[in-house]
C-alpha cells in the first residue's frame, strides 16, 4: 500500500464519451513490488496544487492500473487535462473490495448501471484471468443514452465470454440494441439464486431497484454485494463523511454485502 502519494505515468488515454476518459497508469520507476489491489478496491488520485478524489480501480493488474475518470469537480476535471507523459499521484489501495476468492466456484451475476459500470470492469477482467475458477457469467449493464456506453472494445469480447445484456433508456428510432432500464432486462432474465453471488454498483436509485428485482426472483440478501463508492472523501477513516450506520464506506467498504448495510440504498 502507498501511504504517501507517489507519480504514477500516464501511458495511455482513451476517450470513452465527451467527458470521460480512460488513463492507463504504469507504477513508478525503479519501484520493485508487484502493484497489489482486488477489483472494487480505490485509489486517492491527486493534482499537486488542486487536490485528490477518490477513484476505484477498472483492471486487474500487477504491472499497470487504469481509472475512468468523468469531469464533475475541480480534480476530475484537471485530471481530464493531462495527457500520455504526465503523471497522477496515487496513494492507497484502501478498502474493502469484491471478494472474489471467496467466491469460487459460483455463477456470478454482474449488475451495473452508468459510471458504476467502472469498477465492475474490474472483476470482469479479474474473472477473465481466472476463467476456470468461476461457473457461468451473466452480465447485466445499463446506460442513459447510445452515446453514453463505455468501454465499447471491452464489451466485444465480453460478448463472446460471458452472457452479457447490454440496454439504454433512451434511444432514437434507428438504435438496434436493447432499449429499457437495466432492472427489467435483470427481472426478465429469469435468473433464479441457486449457486450464484451477484455483485452491484451504480446510483443509488438504481441499486434501490436492482435489489427489489433480485429479491421477486429469490436472491438472499448474502448473495449480493454492493459498492458505495460514490460516499467516499479521505479514504482513511479520518473525516466521517462516508459513516453510513456505524461503518466507513473508506474502510469497512466500499463493498458491502448487502445483509450488513440492508437500508442504506433508501
Known amino acids: 500500500m502507498l501511504f504517501s502519494p507517489k507519480p504514477f505515468r500516464i501511458v495511455k488515454k482513451e476517450a470513452q464519451t465527451t467527458d470521460i ?7 513508478p520507476r525503479g519501484e520493485k513490488e508487484k502493484l497489489c489491489y482486488d477489483p472494487g478496491e480505490f485509489f486517492q488520485v491527486s493534482v499537486p496544487g488542486v487536490g485528490e478524489a477518490p477513484f476505484s480501480v477498472c483492471s486487474c493488474s500487477h504491472d499497470f492500473i487504469e481509472f475512468n475518470i468523468r469531469g464533475v469537480g475541480s480534480v476530475s476535471n484537471k485530471l481530464l487535462e493531462l495527457e500520455p507523459g504526465s503523471y497522477m499521484w496515487l496513494r492507497g489501495p484502501y478498502g474493502n473490495g469484491y471478494p472474489m476468492k471467496d467466491l469460487i466456484g459460483n455463477n456470478l451475476v454482474i449488475i451495473g448501471g452508468g459510471t458504476g459500470v467502472a469498477p465492475l470492469r474490474g472483476v470482469l477482467k479479474y ?19 447510445p452515446e453514453e456506453i463505455l468501454f465499447k472494445k471491452d464489451m466485444e469480447v465480453w460478448n463472446r465470454i460471458f452472457d452479457l445484456h447490454l440496454t439504454v433508456d433512451k434511444a432514437p428510432k434507428d438504435y438496434k440494441g436493447r432499449v429499457g432500464l437495466v432492472t427489467k432486462i435483470v427481472e426478465e432474465s429469469g435468473l433464479n439464486n441457486k449457486n450464484k453471488a451477484v455483485m452491484i454498483c451504480g446510483p443509488p436509485i438504481m441499486i434501490k431497484f436492482t435489489i427489489m428485482t433480485l429479491e421477486k426472483l429469490g436472491f438472499n440478501h448474502d448473495q449480493i454485494f454492493v459498492s458505495f463508492e460514490r460516499r467516499m472523501k479521505c479514504g482513511v477513516g479520518m473525516c466521517g ?12 467498504g466500499p463493498v458491502f454485502r448487502y445483509d450488513k448495510v440492508k437500508g442504506v440504498h433508501e
Open 21 to 27: 476518459c480512460l488513463f492507463k497508469l504504469e507504477r
Open 127 to 145: 474473472v477473465e484471468k481466472h476463467r476456470a475458477d468461476y461457473e457461468k457469467v451473466h452480465v447485466f449493464f445499463g446506460f442513459k443514452r
Open 241 to 252: 463523511h462516508c459513516m453510513i450506520s456505524g461503518l466507513y464506506v473508506c474502510k469497512d
